[in-house]
């Protein structure tokens, strides 16, 4: 009985539920299907844990794997239920790094056999010191961003020489790495201390790395260490010989990677770009956006009329949406000018928001249909014969200084050509830059009409303007 479960029953799950768990990645790829996809990804998931209680080398840590499931299941519930969907890219970016930490943690354990003279093969060793260091700068640098994106860390810390410094300190990691895969000791470090300096050393360059870069960059990060956080589970999938962890850190690893490109090239920056060189280190409303010109401001009421007499209206959502939650008065605005006969589409970016997708969900929360959204590749041609675009939170997305300004930094990167529709009305919290730190020229152009105030107040107020034409 044990060899059939060794041979065929443990494999066999671990094999249904990888298998489960890629129809469920592959289901969360379109709107329509994604809660179907969390749904199967979750019972994957399940299963891959069910099956671990009758895995032979687990047996009778039955105790310690139900204290842990029961303290993460229930913390998970409580922050899932009560995080606002503004916070969202947060707490992606702090369960990813919870993901790279324990494939960290797994890897120590078996870096500790090899320094215990356990017999382990220099393959395995080395994939488990290279799951090691994967992990943990995933872990401390998801920490980083999620810090960044909460708000706690609003400064983008760069000194000089600092690319140096993590060159350094990863060539030292790598070292101290390399000895703990051969069993080599050094005269006056033991082998737990060799570990902790690893660790260490890893975990302050994920660190080091992520702190210089600068908040419009976050959606690419976010992509970046998701892809790390499953090559390391992946690897030490391999570690283990279990074929869940292998397929699902694989299938992870290369989506986030796979993401991680498609964002980049969104900005039109190549990824090395985004990590050691960067933008973003201006504070949201350091600096009036604009440069020489001057903003004209507009009434609730006016910018309803240009809506209700419009024929194409287009709408670009952006983080002041998110931040304001206006996505349900957004959508009732735009069920109303329908009604009333008006072409109405949102128009998406790829790196709208904080976390890629960011917009996509907030508008599907909202039940807006999936045919009126349309992303930046299919609709950029249809501005300039839009009668009014109605821009709500968004910034460096819709700023003409990309396509342009030569001596932009965000010069190159495709945008939303909102300054070709003929008329352009945006709501926005103040005078500001958006999250890049970056003026935009968008706000004092002649056909730009400016709707200062909070999202969803400006939303409620459109669509009471709307209803009383």
Do not use: C
């Not at 609003?154 to 703990?180: C, D, E, H, S, Y």
């Not at 152009?445 to 409620?460: S, V």
Request: hydrophobic residues 55%; proline residues 4%.
């Amino acid at each position: 009985m044990s060899a059939w479960m060794d041979n065929a029953l443990i494999p066999g799950a671990y094999f249904i539920a990888a298998l489960v768990l890629i129809l469920g990645l592959r289901a969360m790829s379109s709107p329509v299907t994604a809660r179907r996809g969390i749904v199967l990804a979750g019972l994957g998931m399940a299963l891959a844990v069910l099956v671990s209680f009758v895995h032979p080398e687990v047996m009778g840590n039955y105790l310690l794997m139900i204290i842990a499931i029961a303290i993460s299941g229930v913390l998970a519930l409580v922050s899932a239920k009560r995080v606002p969907m503004t916070d969202m890219p947060q707490m992606i970016a702090l369960y990813n790094g919870m993901g790279g930490g324990s494939a960290a943690a797994i890897a120590a354990v078996e870096l500790l056999r090899v320094q215990g003279g356990h017999e382990v093969s220099l393959l395995l060793a080395g994939i488990a010191g290279s799951g090691a260091l994967i992990g943990a700068v995933a872990f401390s640098g998801s920490l980083v961003a999620f810090a960044k994106l909460q708000g706690w860390m609003k400064k983008n810390w760069r000194f000089p020489g600092q690319q140096w410094v993590n060159l350094l300190l990863f060539a030292l990691t790598l070292i101290a790495g390399f000895m703990l895969i051969t069993g080599m000791q050094t005269a006056g470090l033991s082998a737990p201390m060799l570990i902790l300096a690893f660790f260490v050393m890893a975990l302050i360059f994920g660190v080091l790395m992520t702190l210089p870069i600068g908040g419009a960059d976050m959606p690419v990060v976010i992509s970046l260490y998701n892809a790390l956080t499953g090559l390391a589970v992946g690897l030490e999938g391999y570690v283990l010989d279990i074929p869940a962890m292998m397929i699902a850190g694989v299938v992870v690893g290369a989506a986030g990677t796979m993401l991680t490109q498609l964002m980049a090239r969104a900005m039109n920056r190549p990824l090395s770009n985004v990590l050691f060189a960067g933008f973003g280190t201006g504070d949201d409303g350091a600096a009036v956006a604009g440069g020489d010109g001057s903003m004209t401001a507009i009434e609730a009421v006016d910018g309803a009329i240009l809506m209700t007499y419009a024929e194409t209206v287009i709408i670009v959502p952006g983080y002041g949406m998110a931040v304001a939650q206006a996505q349900h008065r957004i959508w009732e605005l735009t069920q109303i000018l329908r009604k009333r006969g008006v072409r109405v589409k949102f128009a998406i970016h790829p790196v709208a928001g904080r976390m890629p997708g960011h917009m996509n969900v907030l508008l599907a929360e909202a039940g807006v249909p999936y045919d009126l959204i349309e992303d930046m590749e299919d609709i950029n041609d249809s501005f300039s014969q839009a009668d009014v675009a109605l821009v709500i939170g968004a910034n460096d997305v819709v700023n003409p200084a990309a396509r342009d300004d030569t001596a932009s930094p965000i010069y190159g990167m495709p945008i939303l050509n909102v300054d070709q529709a003929k008329n352009v009305i945006v709501i926005k919290r103040g005078r500001g830059t958006g999250f890049a730190g970056i003026e935009n020229a968008l706000f004092v152009a002649d056909n730009t009409k400016m709707l200062f105030g909070d999202a969803q107040k400006m939303a409620q107020e459109l669509i009471a303007g709307v209803k009383t034409l």
